[in-house]
């Protein structure tokens, strides 16, 4: 479901891709079979778009990515954590509105 500007984060990449990274980081946990997630997928490709080369975006597959999502308290999708420096900067539960998330990655980039 990750598209040219979307990256497939997984339990083996997430720290080389999200914890090391230079950049903020934009991460989607979500599952193929959430209906919200779906929703919410386009704006995540729009964000991706966007902020192209000041923030990295990528997504979970929770199901298919445990280790990850245990991790960071996964307990409902989807959700999104923006990252910054490896640190957990915000957290939004739920369908968020793209302008919600524009508010807080404005104020990391």
Not at 1 to 21: G, H, P, R, W
Request: glycine share 6%.
């Amino acid at each position: 479901m990750a598209s040219q500007t979307v990256l497939e984060l997984t339990d083996s990449n997430f720290e080389s891709e999200v914890i090391k990274s230079d950049v903020p980081v934009l991460v989607d946990f979500w599952a193929e079979w959430c209906q919200p997630c779906k929703m919410l997928a386009p704006t995540i490709d729009e964000l991706a778009a966007e902020y192209d080369g000041k923030v990295k975006v990528g997504k979970v597959d929770t199901d298919a990515n445990r280790e990850v999502s245990v991790q960071f308290g996964i307990s409902a999708i989807p959700t999104v954590i923006l990252f910054k420096d490896g640190e957990i900067q915000k957290k939004f539960v739920g369908l968020t509105p793209k302008e919600q998330f524009k508010e807080t990655l404005d104020g990391l980039v």
